[in-house]
């Protein structure tokens, strides 16, 4: 839906930081790429408040509730409390075997427990980089990369993509992303489109963006999705892209050959409806093909369940509550 006049509050209840904020650049860090989030956005600071606070009382009284049910541990574990072990052990001519119970660090259950290491413990190593899939087209396999990516402190991500050193890629092994645009309010006067690239859970390549520009459409929103996915690969990479949209797939993969021979003219004689878009996206591809990567295009249903598509539509509709941005793109020339 489109934004009217005045400030707006968010008021996140679920998320990675719940609280009310008065921008939604704020509130969108607390909740895109959190699973459950749970946000809302009200005309006034005192609505925003009063809603996030009904949902931590009866989130308080659900736990309260739920620590008194519980009235003792069945089991305790620790350095003065020890998992015990068991092991089963077949006697000598028997067919028969008998369950024995050791106890870590101890020779006998009955002797003292060891004494408590009191050091620090070592830091806890960085989270690894999240993995995204690779489907290998010749075995329809899904396999994973054959290392994690460079960190992002590592000065090799600073430098522009044909700079960096990569292994020659594959060109069966596809790395997989979804794509999806939302358009509340489509062909309206105050439409609004948000634009979902899904890579994979908790991955910071997600993007969640509002469409650029006056002319916000469910098919523009769909199209700038693929633009900008292709951008976040290294041109040698192959890489399959899944979407809902068959009109984004016809225009990239079909109907632009006829289009190029009329100069981007339609049948009809008509300029091409989203050409400074189209034609971007198969600069992209011939590039990639000039130096041997596949561009693979999926058309998936939509709203089907997909986890993928799913996980790509929210990102989309979170992208379409964002303010309007000023579109960037330059009239392409090609």
Known sequence: MARKGGPKFYAVRVGK????YTSWDEASDQV???????HKSFPTRKEAQDWFNAGRSSSNTTNQQA???STRQPFRQGPDHPTPQTTYLIRRGSDQSSPQTSYPGRTNRND??????NSPSPPAPPPAFPRYPIINTVTNNIVLPKKNPVPPTSTATREPPAKRARPNPDPNELIV??????APGNGKRHAAAGIGVYFGAGDPRNISKRLPGPLQTNQRAELMAILLALQAFDPA????????????IDCVTKWYRGWVRNGWLSAKGAAVKN???IKPIRALIDERDAVGARTKFTKVAGHSGDPGNDAADRLAVLGAQLPVVESRLRRWRG
């Open 17 to 20: 930081k719940p609280g009310v």
């Open 32 to 38: 895109i790429g959190f699973g459950g989030a749970i």
């Open 67 to 69: 620590s008194s049910s």
């Open 112 to 117: 003292p427990a060891p004494a408590r290491d």
């Open 177 to 182: 992303v979804y794509t999806d645009g939302a």
């Open 237 to 248: 990479e192959s890489v399959e892209i899944r979407t809902d949209s068959q009109y984004s």
């Open 275 to 277: 050409d400074d878009i």
